[in-house]
C-alpha cells in the first residue's frame, strides 16, 4: 500500500524530499531556513533566495479582496528575507489563473504586488503566467542580499538565551494574515546593533516554529504563557464562546502573523528592549522565554512548567 503525504506530515515530507540534494561549494545554506544563502563571489555580500505560494481556499478567499491578496503574497517571501536579517532586491511572480477569472481581479492582485514591493524597494522583474483550472495560485520568488557571513540562521540560539517575539501573535482567521507588514526594517536594525543568535518568522505559529530553531540549534526552551503577547483579534475571539480557541493557543498555534522570533545573549536583552522601544515605538517587543541545555519546548504558567503539547500549523498534518 503506497503511502500519502498525510502519513508523514509536512516537515517530514520536506525533510524526505531535500535529504538527497546535491549542493555546490557556493551555496553557503542550502533548504532547511528561512531562506537560501549563495556565495556568488561578490567582497562584501551573500544572495538570498526564497519563494514561497498562495493559494486560493488555503491561504486566501476571493471575498478578502485581490490587493490585499497580492500585499499578502509579497509579503510572505519579503517576511522570509527579513528573518536572515538581509534585504530584499529583485522577485518574479507565477501567477496560475482559474478558469473563472476576470481582468479586474488580476488588476487588483497586481496592484498588491506592486504595493508591497515597492514599499520594500523591490523590483518585480518578471515571471510566468499559466492556467491552473480550479483556484488562483500565486507564486513569488525573491532575490536579496546580507552581509558577507552575517545571515541570521536558526541553527545558533545558545544555552541561556533571552527568546523575543516581534508584534502580537495570533487571530489570522479574522483577517490579520492578510495586512501584516514584513519586518524588514525590523530586523535590519536588529542584526546591525546587536549579535543576534537565531531568528526566524513565524508563518506556522510560535509553537511549531520556535521548535524548529530548537531542533536545528540542538537546545530547549520554556516559554512563559503570560509573556507571550496575543492579539486583539485572538482575545475577541476567545470571548465568543466555549467553542472558541482560547487566546493563549491562538497565539501559539494560529500561524500567518509573520512575525519575528530571535534570540540574543541575556546580558544584551535589556538593550534589545530599550533600544527597540525607542526605534520603534508602534511595534511591541516580548522577552517571552529563554533556551534550555536540555531538549524539548515547556510552558511555565498557573498550573506550574509542563511540556508543551500543542504545534503549529501542519498543511499535511499527519492522520
Not at 33 to 42: F, K, N, P, W, Y
Not at 280 to 299: A, M, Q, T, W, Y
Amino acid at each position: 500500500m503506497k503511502q500519502t503525504t498525510n502519513k508523514l506530515g509536512e516537515f517530514d515530507l520536506i525533510a524526505r524530499i531535500t535529504s538527497g540534494l546535491t549542493l555546490g561549494s557556493e551555496v553557503r545554506v542550502g533548504a532547511g531556513d528561512d531562506c537560501a544563502v549563495v556565495d556568488v563571489g561578490v567582497p562584501d555580500r551573500e544572495l538570498l533566495l526564497k519563494t514561497d505560494s498562495v493559494v486560493e481556499g488555503i491561504h486566501f478567499e476571493r471575498s478578502a479582496g485581490f490587493e490585499r491578496v497580492g500585499r499578502k503574497a509579497m509579503g510572505r517571501a519579503l517576511s522570509d528575507v527579513a528573518a536572515m536579517g538581509g534585504r530584499a532586491s529583485s522577485a518574479l511572480i507565477t501567477l496560475g489563473l482559474p478558469t473563472h477569472h476576470t481582468v479586474e481581479e488580476v488588476d487588483a492582485l497586481y496592484a498588491g504586488l506592486r504595493s508591497m514591493a515597492g514599499a520594500h524597494g523591490v523590483s518585480i522583474v518578471g515571471g510566468e503566467t499559466t492556467r491552473n483550472p480550479e483556484r488562483y495560485l500565486i507564486s513569488v520568488s525573491v532575490v536579496g542580499w546580507v552581509a558577507k557571513g552575517k545571515a541570521v540562521l536558526r541553527s545558533g540560539a545558545r544555552v541561556g538565551d533571552a527568546i523575543f517575539v516581534s508584534g502580537e501573535l495570533g487571530g489570522a482567521m479574522a483577517g490579520r494574515h492578510l495586512d501584516f507588514e514584513p519586518r524588514l526594517v525590523e530586523a535590519g536594525w536588529l542584526v546591525a546593533h546587536f549579535d543576534v543568535h537565531a531568528m526566524m518568522d513565524l508563518s506556522d505559529g510560535l509553537a511549531g516554529d520556535l521548535r524548529h530553531i530548537l531542533r536545528q540549534s540542538g537546545v530547549g526552551a520554556e516559554l512563559l504563557g503570560r509573556a507571550i503577547p496575543t492579539s486583539r483579534e485572538a482575545r475577541l475571539r476567545g470571548r465568543e464562546g466555549d467553542a472558541a480557541k482560547p487566546p493563549l493557543l491562538a497565539a501559539l498555534t494560529d500561524g500567518e502573523d509573520f512575525e519575528l522570533v530571535f534570540t540574543v545573549s541575556p546580558k544584551d536583552a535589556v538593550r534589545v528592549l530599550d533600544g527597540w522601544k525607542q526605534r520603534f515605538p508602534d511595534v511591541n517587543l516580548s522577552c517571552v522565554g529563554r533556551i534550555l541545555e536540555e531538549p524539548g519546548l515547556r510552558i511555565r504558567d498557573e498550573r506550574g512548567v509542563r511540556d508543551l503539547e500543542v504545534h503549529g500549523y501542519d498543511h499535511f498534518e499527519k492522520s
